[in-house]
């Protein structure tokens, strides 16, 4: 059970570039997230969605842009990527909303954005 | 909004001892979810542990256990008998049973380390 699946692990972006990152999850969730995490300040959602079809902001979403492209890829994109977005990126899912279940995280992607 | 507190950026213990890391949340609702996370240096975030609300029986889970206080808004994670795989970041989290949207809030995190 492979769970949440991230790729790249790693990737280095000059200034400008423009990548995306992928998500699948084989848990059949209807939530899926995606967050960066930064030294000193834990985990800041940046785009989330509550079910196929929908995606809403988080905290820090300018910069990003993502797609729920089925119920099990939520894909994250950066058009013109900036220094300050050199972070590690976590995509989660979850299962129910509103009902307490936890978030299912992949490994995560470091950024570096030169 | 809510919003969680980890005082202790880093903490250490001695192999086989018992460690309690502290956390406290905001909020005016009645109704949520509490965990803790463990992210060991292979970066993987993984659930060490989840407390309900509603629920007065602190959570166990084999060596980890938490002490809730909801009047408090407190949620320290205690672990026993420390082992040299329990040093990680641990991020205590927040979870709204009700508010759409942004209903994960995570504290800054606690650096632990195990000494031999």
């Known amino acids: 059970n492979a769970g949440v699946t991230q790729t790249p692990k790693f990737q280095v972006l000059k200034t400008g570039q423009s990548m995306t990152l992928q998500c699948a999850q084989d848990m059949n969730h209807n939530s899926m997230y995606w967050y960066r995490q930064d030294p000193g300040m834990g985990l800041r959602l940046i785009y989330y969605?509550?079910?196929?079809?929908t995606t809403d902001k988080g905290e820090v979403p300018n910069g990003y842009n993502v797609s729920r492209l089925n119920k099990r890829e939520f894909s994250l994109r950066l058009e013109s990527a900036a220094p300050s977005q050199t972070s590690v990126y976590f995509c989660?899912?979850?299962?129910?909303w509103g009902r307490g279940s936890p978030l299912h995280f992949g490994n995560g992607t470091r950024l570096t954005v030169t | 909004a809510q919003t969680v507190t980890q005082s202790q950026p880093e903490m250490s213990v001695q192999e086989a001892e018992t460690v309690t890391l502290s956390c406290t949340y905001d909020?005016?609702?009645?109704?949520?979810?509490l965990f803790w996370y463990k992210q060991p240096p292979s970066r993987q975030m993984i659930l060490v542990i989840r407390?309900?609300?509603?629920?007065?029986q602190n959570a166990t889970e084999n060596r980890f256990s938490v002490n809730f206080q909801k009047a408090a808004k407190s949620f320290s994670l205690k672990i026993s008998d420390s082992q040299l795989g329990d040093a990680a970041m641990y991020f205590c989290a927040y979870r709204s049973a009700w508010e759409d949207g942004q209903n994960f809030v995570f504290g800054p995190g606690t650096r632990l380390s195990v000494l031999p």
């Open positions: 909020t005016s609702e009645s109704d949520y979810y």
């Open positions: 989660a899912s979850s299962e129910e």
């Open positions: 969605s509550a079910s196929e079809g």
């Open positions: 407390q309900e609300a509603y629920k007065q």
